[in-house]
């Protein structure tokens, strides 16, 4: 059963840092373009951050450059997304998302194939 399940979510005051993982079962995610997302109540869908599938180059939105670093493992099949200097504002459901074919270099919202199930960012006091 293809499966994408995120873990390491939590509670944090601001400043402080987390890591997520994206940790996928019945197929390979070196094979796939690997996205980041967020989002937080009474907001959109927001795109932070993607690693391609051949070189393993990095891209990242606005928000969250030189905060946020995303890294792949191939041998244990999991992605990573390093979150420090954390702002009340990245308070949000994080999701990771897998797409075998791409556009651009980081593909749309409509062309991921599979999405993990979220988890949970609080950031506060």
């Known amino acids: 059963q293809v499966q994408l399940v995120e873990s390491g979510g939590g509670l944090v005051q601001p400043g402080g840092s987390l890591r997520l993982t994206c940790a996928a079962s019945g197929f390979t995610l070196e094979h796939y373009v690997i996205g980041w997302f967020r989002q937080a109540p009474g907001k959109e869908r927001e795109w932070l951050s993607c690693?391609?599938?051949?070189?393993?180059?990095?891209y990242y939105a606005d928000s969250v450059k030189g905060r946020f670093t995303v890294s792949r493992d191939n041998a244990k099949n999991t992605v990573y997304l390093q979150m420090n200097s954390l702002k009340p504002e990245d308070a949000a459901v994080y999701h990771c998302a897998a797409a075998r074919r791409a556009t651009y270099y980081c593909p749309a919202y409509r062309e991921y194939d599979y999405w993990g199930q979220g988890t949970q960012v609080t950031v506060s006091l």
């Open positions: 690693v391609t599938r051949n070189d393993g180059s990095t």
